[in-house]
């Protein structure tokens, strides 16, 4: 699975909308859009911040 389908799976079952996460993750709309879409790819610090948001929602 790419980070593409990890992303928006976490991100719905979250419960959270792309704008949502954007702020959480302190990124713009358009990044959260261009990760979903596999545009691009989040750089470490982008990455740790998304998994360090996941743990703290599902735990």
């Not at 980070?3 to 993750?25: H, P």
């Not at 302190?26 to 998994?51: D, L, M």
Request: glycine share 2%; hydrophobic share 35%.
């Amino acid at each position: 699975m790419e980070f593409k389908d990890k992303f928006k799976t976490a991100r719905l079952k979250l419960m959270m909308s792309q704008q949502e996460i954007a702020k959480e993750l302190k990124v713009s709309f358009a990044t959260v859009n261009r990760w979903e879409t596999g545009r691009n790819k989040p750089n470490f610090k982008a990455q740790k911040a998304f998994h360090d948001l996941c743990k703290k929602k599902w735990h």
